[in-house]
């Protein structure tokens, strides 16, 4: 990116704590054209009508030459790519099977059925805050509850979910800029070793299938189709990594932004009917995915009085058109009683969030207790350290003090 453009002051560190006045000034030019050839489309018509857009591609293979990207997680552990960086029909084959034991049509019960050890595990996390007068909202509660969330969706041994928790603290040093070349290091060990532990297990679930997804996907021929190990372990990377993420950055999100609206807090703590549509304002308000730039275009697109050209890189800034005036009244104040709150939180079209399922039921069993529980929170930091991830936004740490803690 250009020094001083946009899209680079939307990278810079600086203002990662609050990017919305980039935003809005982003949606002054609803396709905005980087120096780069990046184009920018920030509001929330055009988001969504370009992610719906078959010209457009999320594959690596349609990248223009001397396009550069991050490498994904499942390449560097020496798998081909997930099904997030495909498109049709391949996108929808992998989609579709591995959906199939994971939520409606054909299982529509698997994740429900994991709600009450859920939230066993989120009572386990806040029963640690016992005789502490301060915390770290992420390390403590936010980060380590999705980790054992995936574990019981994929079936990972209970013995092995201490090697997951690890793995996952270090694939995540690697975006923080505090870890340095060290943290890459780290980062790279973990996703190989994740890779070929994921290997393994795959095999031994084919030999001796248990619960949870892999199991169920591990056979090598089953009604609808079935992933090969490879696609398979790339899955597991994916749900393990980005929906890990996600989910933190979604309960890190909600607790500073309930911290900053007393009001609402204690809406909630009286009414904990007000969850529901209080986290989905939350995913408006603070998506934990801030844009999506791993696009291209496949043909010439014109969208808003421009003509974006084939084979330019293009970023769907989420968080922009989540706060378009355009779409929404008063975008940039919370409000849990929003009607029509029809947000890009999780994305939209085909590559719609995985685990969104996963990361909202997360969010409404912890949330309601965190705040039940846990007496007279209090913001030690405001704003807190930010992730250095400019697309996955949230807290690195969220420090607070607290008074006491009931059962």
């Known amino acids: ?25 982003l949606r002054k030019t609803p396709v905005r054209r980087e120096d780069d050839g990046t184009y920018l489309v920030s509001t929330y018509y055009q988001v969504r009508s370009l992610a719906n857009d ?28 997930s099904f997030i960086l495909t498109d049709p029909p391949e996108h929808d084959r992998l ?59 994929l079936g990972i041994p209970r013995d092995d979910e201490p090697r997951f928790h690890g793995w996952a603290d ?17 980062s790279q060990r973990a996703r190989e070793e994740l890779g070929a532990y994921l290997s393994h297990l795959i095999e031994t ?35 393990l990594v980005a929906g890990h993420e996600t989910t933190v950055n979604l309960i890190a999100n909600a607790t500073l932004t309930l911290l900053r609206n007393p009001d609402v807090l204690q809406r909630l703590q009286n009414d904990p009917d007000l969850t529901v549509p209080l986290i989905e ?29 084939k084979g330019s890189p293009v970023w769907l800034m989420l968080a922009a058109a989540n706060r378009d005036p355009q779409r929404f009244e008063n ?5 849990p009683d929003r009607e029509d709150n029809e947000h890009l939180g999780f994305y939209t079209s085909i590559h719609y969030c995985f685990g969104a399922p996963l ?24 704003p807190p350290p930010y992730r250095d991830n400019a697309v996955l936004r949230g807290p690195r740490h969220l420090p607070v003090a607290i008074e006491d803690l009931t059962a």
């Open 1 to 25: 990116m250009t020094p001083g453009s946009l899209s680079a002051r939307i990278l810079d560190y600086a203002n990662r704590a609050d990017p919305y006045p980039l935003y809005a000034e």
């Open 54 to 81: 078959p010209r457009l591609s999320q594959d690596p293979r349609n990248r223009p030459p001397g396009y550069t990207r991050p490498e994904q997680p499942e390449e560097k552990a020496g798998l081909p790519p």
């Open 95 to 153: 989609r579709a099977i591995a959906n199939r034991p994971f939520g409606p049509p054909h299982s529509p019960r698997f994740l429900d059925s994991l709600r009450g050890e859920l939230a066993q595990v989120v009572a386990e996390l806040l029963d640690a805050f016992e005789g502490k007068k301060e915390v770290d909202v992420v390390d403590d509660f936010a980060y380590p509850l999705p980790v054992t969330a995936i574990c019981k969706v």
């Open 170 to 186: 270090a694939v995540a040093s690697g975006i923080d800029p505090q870890h340095g070349a060290a943290g890459q290091e780290r």
């Open 205 to 239: 679930k084919r030999r001796s299938p248990g619960p949870g997804m892999l199991s169920a996907l591990a056979p090598e021929t089953a009604p609808g189709g079935s992933l090969t190990p490879a696609d398979l372990a790339a899955t597991a990377i994916l749900l």
């Open 281 to 309: 304002e939350v995913l408006r308000y603070e998506p934990p995915v801030q844009f999506v730039p791993i696009n291209v275009a496949l043909a010439d697109i014109d969208l808003a009085g421009v003509t974006i050209p």
């Open 331 to 335: 975008p940039d104040r919370f409000d």
């Open 359 to 382: 990361a909202r039921m997360e969010a409404q069993l912890a949330l309601p207790e965190l705040f039940r529980r846990v007496k007279n929170l209090r913001l030690i930091q405001d």
